[in-house]
């Protein structure tokens, strides 16, 4: 079993290796690095608390169709990359691998290696509103895969060119996709 101590390193390793897209993104790596090194809680126990807590996007991407997957999410309201909450000792490429066998039934497959792409400091739209640490990571998978979703998070699901999440409004996602999508033009073009 992996120590706290060791698992707070492997964190922080994760977001060394983060090149931010922008002034926001520097801020909340460092955000991020200072709230794991100060010892507070990390993981989700009780519904929404400890705030803030730990989880982990997975964008699954076709690349071939140059499209992702967003999912229009129950409780957010929003249209949103699949995810879910980083469990006490797990690490944020552990919930994807478990996460996306729950949501999409689909294995792990990344697009850009193991590694986050991607990390934000989100308050939530829910009437308990906490912060979200996301580690947003990078999958690969055809559309034709993705032949199941999880009704109990999603009212469906749909396909988006890259280029055309730039263009819905921002309001209908998380507030930080269109960011999130223009990091990840970059890199699958430069990559």
Request: aromatic share 8%; net charge negative.
């Amino acid at each position: 079993m992996m120590t706290d101590s060791d698992r707070r390193a492997l964190l922080l390793q994760d977001l060394d290796a983060i090149s931010p897209w922008d002034l926001m993104e520097a801020k909340h790596l460092q955000e991020t690095a200072a709230w794991i090194r100060d010892g507070s809680p990390l993981d989700r126990t009780v519904f929404d608390e400890p705030d803030p807590h730990l989880v982990a996007y997975f964008v699954v991407t076709d690349p071939d169709r140059e499209e992702l997957l967003l999912g229009h999410h129950r409780k957010a309201g929003l249209r949103l990359p699949s995810g879910g909450h980083v469990e006490p000792g797990e690490l944020p490429w552990q919930t994807v691998v478990r996460e996306v066998e729950e949501e999409l039934r689909l294995p792990a497959v990344p697009l850009l290696g193991r590694n986050p792409l991607f990390v934000t400091r989100t308050p939530t739209v829910s009437p308990r509103s906490h912060t979200d640490v996301s580690y947003w990571f990078v999958l690969r998978a055809h559309r034709e895969d993705v032949a199941w979703f999880d009704p109990g998070e999603y009212f469906a699901v749909e396909w988006l060119s890259w280029r055309q999440v730039l263009d819905e409004p921002l309001q209908q996602l998380d507030p930080n996709m269109h960011r999130f999508t223009s990091k990840l033009l970059a890199a699958v073009t430069t990559g």
